[in-house]
């Protein structure tokens, strides 16, 4: 099945410093999505991104589908963008494959 | 338009006990997915509805088994339970398959 690693594990910052985060998978997928999950347990979606670039506000992100890779940017970081980044990706039979998550750790 | 609700939020049982949970997706999703997540092994599949049927499961005992309504809503059962089962149980509405997945609160389980 797909292999979905997601890079670096862990990442701690100061307000205000910008972080990319990456997502690489083993075969080529037609579904990649990036989520946000607080400290409490609620996951958001971030982006629906298969290929291309997206922007929302301080965030964005890119998915080079032939390279197998997606990449999310956070610009300006605020304390209220700690928590885990899951990167998931899914073919033809429409499962998400997650990955193991960057837990992300924004100082004051 | 309401988010995805999840009832319980909170449960606690026994060894050996099984449990229901609940999901009710966005209004207009037709599809809704269960995951397990666990501290040790991440975010885990469990099975999605799409039109009533159950159209991918993940690789859980049979113990784990669930079932969508004509009006999307969705249940899981566990039965038996084991210590191992304690997580948070996530369910995520879309409006098909494959489409944008929203999450719900969750059910944090909680088996001694």
């Known amino acids: 099945g797909i292999q979905v690693e997601q890079s670096p594990p862990d990442l701690i910052l100061q307000e205000g410093a910008n972080s990319t985060l990456r997502c690489n998978f083993s075969?080529?997928?037609?579904?990649l999505q990036w989520f946000h999950q607080n400290p409490w347990g609620q996951l958001i979606n971030l982006f629906y991104?298969?290929?291309?670039?997206k922007q929302n506000g301080r965030l964005s992100a890119t998915t080079v589908a032939t390279e197998r890779y997606s990449l999310l940017y956070i610009s300006s970081s605020q304390t209220t963008d700690s928590g885990v980044y899951f990167c998931?990706?899914?073919?033809?039979?429409?499962?998400?494959?997650w990955g193991a998550g960057t837990k992300l750790i924004i100082k004051p | 338009k309401a988010g995805v609700t999840q009832t319980p939020r909170y449960l606690i049982k026994t060894r050996g006990q099984q449990v229901t949970l609940s999901c009710s997706p966005i209004?207009?999703?037709?599809?809704v997915s269960w995951y397990q997540q666990t501290p040790g092994q991440g975010l885990q599949f469990l099975f999605e509805?799409?039109?009533?049927?159950?159209?991918n499961k993940g690789n859980f005992p049979g113990r784990f088994s669930g079932r969508q309504f004509s009006n999307s809503r969705s249940e899981m059962n566990v039965s038996t339970l084991e210590l191992g089962d304690s997580a948070l149980y996530l369910c995520?509405?879309?409006?098909?398959?494959?489409?944008?997945?929203?999450f719900g609160p969750g059910t944090r389980l909680t088996v001694l």
């Open positions: 998931a990706v899914g073919r033809s039979n429409y499962q998400l494959i």
């Open positions: 209004s207009g999703h037709r599809s």
């Open positions: 991104i298969p290929s291309g670039t």
């Open positions: 995520a509405s879309s409006l098909e398959r494959a489409d944008t997945q929203y």
């Open positions: 075969d080529s997928v037609n579904n």
């Open positions: 509805y799409f039109s009533e049927t159950q159209r």
